[in-house]
């Protein structure tokens, strides 16, 4: 009788093999669901501190934004009257230096006051003279009103605008005369006019 020979490839038993694979836990799942709710929680308290310090941080803010809109307030009239002082500190100041530069001007201002009153024709009352420099020379803007009507204004102002170039004193040193503006006001019964008298250049 023949023995049969064992098959090389199985492994000999040495024990009984109780374990039941199927019945046994997932390690694995239960790992990662730790690890994914800890990763969770670590991000959502994260995000609830940044949450807290940005809202601390407003709440400083607003109380800066509070303090100082309390000290613009109390100190908003003492802000006012030094404004007021100095819009009228401006205006005073170019009222000297249009004064300064008449003065400083190629032409005596005592004799051209002079000669301008001396021809100033009748009915025309000068409101006001201004000494400004520019890039073609010298220019004075002289500034009134002429009573009469309508026609009698008309004639008056051409009259006038000849005057500087035929009168000798403002022919020597007035190159050219431009009538800037001419309104009438028909309830005072008078024509508002402005001149620019370009000046000869002295050099």
């Keep these: 009788m023949k023995k049969t020979r064992r098959d090389s490839r199985q492994p000999p038993c040495w024990h009984p ?9 997932d390690v694995k799942v239960v790992r990662t669901s730790f690890f994914l709710n ?17 809202g601390y941080e407003l709440r400083g803010l607003n109380e800066q934004i509070q303090s100082w809109e309390t000290r613009i307030a109390e100190r908003s009239p003492q802000n006012e009257e030094v404004v007021a002082l100095s819009r009228d500190f401006r205006a005073e100041s170019q009222k000297v230096e249009r004064a300064v530069s008449f003065v400083n001007s190629p032409v005596r201002s005592s004799e051209f006051l002079a000669e301008l009153a001396r021809t100033l024709p009748d009915r025309v009352v000068l409101s006001r003279i201004n000494f400004r ?6 220019r004075i803007a002289l500034s009134g009103r002429i009573l ?9 102002v051409s009259d006038y605008e000849l005057q ?3 009168y000798p004193y403002f022919a020597d040193i007035v190159s050219s005369v431009n009538v800037t503006s001419l309104s009438r006001n028909p309830e005072t019964d008078t024509l508002s006019f402005s001149f620019t008298l370009l000046l000869r250049d002295r050099n």
């Design 17 to 25: 093999d109780f374990r039941n694979p199927a019945g046994l836990p």
């Design 38 to 54: 800890a990763c969770a929680i670590v991000v959502f308290c994260t995000l609830l501190i940044v949450f807290l310090y940005r």
């Design 133 to 138: 420099s520019a890039a073609d020379g010298p």
């Design 148 to 156: 009469g009507t309508s026609q009698q204004a008309t004639d008056i």
């Design 164 to 166: 500087f170039y035929e």
